[in-house]
């Protein structure tokens, strides 16, 4: 194999390639020899068909085979021999290539950029401690509770009101016929909260354990089934249980249920989880600051096709019309997004940085353990997802580089209170949207989510 340099302009190279004839006829040989084991012709013995037959029956497809193997071969041979950093996928141009003679072909290579890393010393940026209000914690405290309702069995007497929780039997028809999900069994609602079926809940008020009632409900618009929608059904509901509410008394034995030792040891975690709330936001908002710094004190060549590449993934879900209105916004974005990633890996190759699967595997870990109830619904999507958990590996790297460049500024700690962290949050959101894509940063820690366990990791 012959290789050289035809030209080079700017981050383009292409590179001119010649294999041998005698190395593709030997290539030739080899690959015929191995399919008299497999091929099967009338007339022969299985593993007893002369090379020169297959040859002559199967000749260009083999041969097709053949070069298609070469190529990638001597592609990532002539790239490794002029010690080449591709950006992307190179483009190949045949030249020459028919049996019997050289294969000629050229090769057009996008060169990742050389990145000269400027000094970080002079870097500034401020780090954010957050002290949370004992009147969030207890509201968060709250919020658990009346996420987490404890009911009482009600007597058998006594009547199902507004706030009970009612556990029945259901049979459904429509227009005297039974459809797709129409029996229901241990079906459990909580008056007042109107969950099941627009009005389906006041129908059940007054009734008592073990009675029987029909109920009238139109299906809803969106209902899975299109025939099936906005149709009226008559429901048989047998009473199972009726259960009160019991009021929320958040102490040790409430705790223990919420996965903590006590009381005190809940307050702790949950003002733990909202600080790492604010604290994801914060970090971002830091990262961004830091970022801009290396972004303007960098002069970097980016490769075209990686930012057509990074264009392609930005926009894959985007109307047409979206993506031309929005296309100098996009491009910059992607410019933007290209080039810290260059200096950044370029930053922690110098400082030989690296991710192994053991920290991949103990980030996994902290997730799962992060979403009980749902550990192997977790486990399965990085199984059957590759990608997903090169897309962690990826973000772990990047942890690692942001947090040595934090080691090497100049970096402020400034403690603030929850109040000043919210409206650092919403302003740091508001801007423009490309800064935002660009760091994006976790929403407000006053949407509610509901917390069934609170997780110690």
């Known amino acids: ?91 190949i141009d045949l030249k020459q290539f028919s049996e019997g003679k050289d294969l000629n072909y050229e090769l057009q290579i996008d060169c990742l950029p050389s990145v000269n890393l400027k000094s970080f010393d002079k870097f500034k940026a401020t780090s954010f401690k957050v002290k949370i209000d004992n009147k969030i914690i207890d509201q968060k405290l709250k919020e658990i509770g009346e996420q987490n309702k404890q009911f009482r069995d009600k007597n058998e007497n006594e009547k199902a009101i507004k706030g009970d929780q009612v556990i029945f039997d259901y ?92 009381v005190q040891d809940l307050k702790s975690l ?44 930005m926009t894959q879900n985007i109307k047409t019309e979206e993506k031309e209105k929005n296309k100098s916004t996009n491009e910059k974005l992607a410019r933007s997004r290209i080039k810290l990633g260059l200096i950044l890996n370029e930053y922690g190759e110098k400082n030989n940085l690296k991710v192994s699967d053991d920290e991949v595997s103990s980030e996994i870990q902290k997730q799962i353990k992060g979403m009980p109830g749902q550990e192997k619904m977790v486990l399965e999507y990085y199984k059957k997802n590759p990608s997903a958990s090169q897309s962690l590996k990826g973000s772990l790297y990047e942890e690692k580089i942001i947090k040595l460049i934090k080691s090497k500024i100049n970096l402020s700690i400034k403690e603030i209170d929850n109040k000043e962290a919210e409206k650092i949050i919403n302003d740091f959101n508001k801007p423009n949207l490309h800064d935002v894509e660009k760091y994006k940063t976790t929403p407000s820690v006053k949407n509610k989510h509901k917390t069934k366990k609170i997780s110690k990791k």
Do not use: W
């Open 171 to 262: 049979s459904a028809t429509i227009e005297g016929k039974k459809f797709d999900g129409s029996e229901g069994q241990g079906v459990q609602l909580e008056l007042g909260k109107d969950l099941f079926l627009k009005g389906f809940d006041e129908q059940l008020l007054g009734l008592k354990k073990g009675e029987v009632r029909i109920i009238e409900s139109t299906l809803p618009a969106n209902h899975p089934k299109k025939e099936l929608a906005n149709k009226k059904a008559k429901f048989e509901c047998k009473i199972i249980n009726i259960k009160k509410q019991i009021e929320s008394k958040i102490d040790d034995d409430f705790a223990k249920l919420m996965g903590a030792k006590d």
């Open 270 to 313: 949950v003002e733990k989880q909202i600080t790492n709330q604010y604290t994801q936001a914060l970090n971002s908002i830091t990262k961004k600051e830091i970022l801009d710094q290396i972004e303007k004190s960098h002069q970097v060549d980016l490769p075209q096709n990686l930012i057509d590449q990074e264009i392609l993934v």
């Open 1 to 91: 194999m012959k290789v050289e340099v035809k030209s080079k302009k700017g981050l383009r190279t292409i590179l001119s390639v010649s294999v041998d004839k005698k190395n593709i006829k030997l290539k030739m040989d080899e690959r015929l020899k191995e399919l008299q084991k497999e091929v099967v012709l009338k007339g022969f013995r299985p593993g007893k068909v002369p090379p020169a037959v297959i040859k002559s029956q199967f000749g260009k497809t083999i041969y097709g085979e053949v070069v298609d193997n070469i190529l990638r071969e001597t592609t990532t041979k002539a790239i490794d021999e002029k010690k080449l950093k591709i950006a992307g996928q190179p483009k």
